[in-house]
């Protein structure tokens, strides 16, 4: 695995090596001591999955409040995303920033995500499935959402003529810092 601190400190772009013969390809997703020689937690307890039957679906952006805050590593198994985190750490030098990224399962590159940051993602093509593991498990009353449009962010988003959000994401409320 190669592993690129981002813009955003802590945030992590993990490309994942093939090893390719005449069979296919093979790669390692998950190798707790690499991640540990890399100073980022990896006691996950929870996998999931996201499908999304049409392009221009938009999930987020979602966390969860202290004491529940979940590091997450988040990988595009099928299709494409165009995925977003915000930094919503106040005393990060990095606060209120925010990072976006093409994962899909054609360019093999994960995001580590650490605690404090919201995270979205909008599908670039139809059929999509996010793999995401997560150190926390979902506690719904620590579950929060920022508005995905929030100005307060400014997130250059993917134009869609038709976005495809649940009720819950459409009414989240903007940041409160």
């Known amino acids: 695995m190669i592993f690129t601190e981002t813009v955003l400190s802590g945030v992590y ?9 005449v069979r296919g390809h093979f790669a390692r ?20 999955i996201s499908y999304n039957e049409k392009k ?33 750490r106040p005393d990060s030098p990095t606060y209120k920033q925010w990072l976006s990224i093409e994962l899909s399962d054609k360019n093999y590159k994960m995001l580590y995500i650490p605690k404090g940051f919201a995270h979205g993602y ?7 499935e996010v793999f995401y ?17 929030d100005p307060e962010f400014n997130i250059e988003w993917p134009e869609e003529e038709k976005r495809i959000m ?3 994401d459409q009414n ?6």
């Open 133 to 149: 593991q997560v150190s926390q498990m979902y506690k719904a009353e620590y579950a929060r959402g920022v508005k995905w449009d």
């Open 29 to 48: 997703a998950w190798c707790q001591d690499e991640f540990k020689s890399h100073g980022l937690e990896c006691s996950f307890v929870q996998c999931n």
């Open 122 to 128: 909008q599908t670039l093509s139809d059929n999509t």
């Open 56 to 88: 221009g679906t938009l999930r987020g952006l979602h966390y969860q409040a202290p004491p529940y805050e979940e590091v997450k590593i988040v990988r595009c198994t099928k299709g494409s995303i165009y995925d977003v985190i915000v930094d919503l």
């Open 166 to 168: 649940s009720e819950k």
């Open 172 to 177: 989240c409320d903007r940041y409160r810092s």
């Open 13 to 21: 772009l993990i490309g994942l090596e093939l090893l390719t013969d």
